[in-house]
């Protein structure tokens, strides 16, 4: 029974992943469409993140309260009725408003699912789980770029990938006597010493909480960014068609997918902090090769940016589930849903302002920024990571 909730689970995680790049690979066409300005793809954005951090915040005592079982199938129906909505919208209020459900579903999921498999499972589970996203994310741009090539439209990738979504509801629905036999079995969480949720306030006051907060702002929003803007980068700076550049877009996720399953296995040699650091370096060297000047030889700017997009995508791969799976020792396993909750909601933050922002960049001094943007958010993610760092250690030397 441990072994299939734990298939269930994987198929929680592909189920998070398959919707997050859609919109990117679908917004050169959308736009065009609905006749709006390229940068109005950050709003959309803006208000699925917006959904997430407050679903997120509310994680801790939704959990206590229905279980992490419960939680998670009630989210991806949600999620599954929010994009076949998108599938349905002829217009872009439409989209706007079919975004707000779908924000909602995807937060709680994400925190709950992430908290239980931080206390139940080792490092590598973290990884390979967070790989089972990466599959999502790379089959959602090629739904998406296949729907479009076979002359379906957007609405038809949507469709395809809210379908799958009622599927996994189903899975989901089947699956929950597992959770509960589990929890009667002795495999939740240990005793807790908290007996109700901590408020936000308490939260953002534990030591090293502003400085993961940060990390996670600043690691969401290089994801997001890339996410919802490679596609338009590789059409805007180097004039690639949109049917092609929908797929090419998905090698930042093919490399986040491919990398999070080798650091499964890196990380019985490396701890959570090594894995981390390796992770933002690779990033930064696939951020340089987007930055390398090559504007006078297109053939080697397509390729480069191609590279450094599958590049940065594997530097990607460690960076988030290493910092997951740390909260509980950061923080306590009494305190982690919480944390972790917080952590998702910060993320989201980051998602909700920070590609809005490349956008409006995008609209007035070209889309070719985006390295330099999404470097300058590395930077500033590394420092926090070494703050906490040295925070944590301070904490368990004072203990």
């Known amino acids: 029974m441990v072994h299939l909730l734990l298939a269930v689970i994987y198929l929680s995680f592909i189920s998070l992943g398959l919707p997050d790049a859609l919109l990117g690979s679908a917004w050169p066409s959308i736009y065009g469409s609905f006749g709006v300005p390229v ?106 770029g296949t729907a479009l090539t076979g002359g379906y439209g957007w609405h038809m990738g949507y469709r395809a990938v809210g379908l799958l979504q009622v599927v996994l509801t189903a899975a989901l629905l089947l699956s929950l006597p597992l959770w509960k036999r589990r929890t009667e079995s002795g495999g939740g969480p240990k005793t807790s010493v908290l007996d109700r949720p901590l408020s936000l306030g308490e939260v953002v006051r534990l030591p090293g909480a502003p400085e993961v907060m940060t990390a996670f702002f600043c690691y969401c929003a290089v994801e997001q960014t890339f996410g919802l803007w490679a596609s338009s980068y590789l059409v805007l700076h180097l004039g690639l068609p949109s049917e092609a550049a929908a797929g090419f877009a998905s090698l930042f996720f093919l490399g986040v997918t491919a990398g999070r399953g080798a650091s499964g296995f890196l990380t019985l040699r490396l701890n959570d902090v090594r894995m981390v650091r390796l992770g933002l370096t690779v990033l930064a060297a696939g951020l340089a090769v987007l930055l390398l000047p090559l504007g006078g030889h297109p053939v080697l700017a397509e390729r480069a940016a191609l590279a ?22 950061h923080f306590g396993e009494d305190r982690s849903q919480a944390v972790i909750g917080v952590q998702m909601a910060s993320a989201y933050v980051g998602t909700c302002l920070m590609p809005f922002l490349f956008g409006v960049i995008a609209n007035h001094l070209g889309a070719a920024l985006l390295p330099v943007y999404l470097a300058a958010l590395t930077l500033v993610m590394a420092v926090m990571h070494q703050r906490l760092i040295c925070v944590s250690r301070r904490g368990r030397e004072g203990d």
């Open 39 to 144: 940068s109005y793809a950050g709003l959309i954005s803006m208000i699925i993140a917006l959904g997430t951090v407050v679903s997120s915040l509310q994680s801790d005592r939704l959990t206590r309260r229905f279980g992490t079982g419960r939680v998670t199938a009630a989210s991806v129906a949600l999620t599954a009725a929010a994009l076949l909505g998108f599938s349905l919208s002829g217009s872009f209020r439409a989209l706007c408003l079919w975004a707000v459900p779908y924000g909602l579903g995807a937060g709680s999921v994400d925190a709950s699912l992430n908290n239980y498999v931080a206390l139940h499972y080792a490092s590598r589970h973290m990884s390979w789980l967070h790989c089972m996203w990466g599959i999502g994310a790379s089959l959602g741009p090629y739904i998406m």
């Open 308 to 329: 450094g997009l599958l590049l940065a995508g594997l530097g990607c791969a460690p960076v988030y589930p290493c910092l997951i799976h740390s909260t509980p020792e």
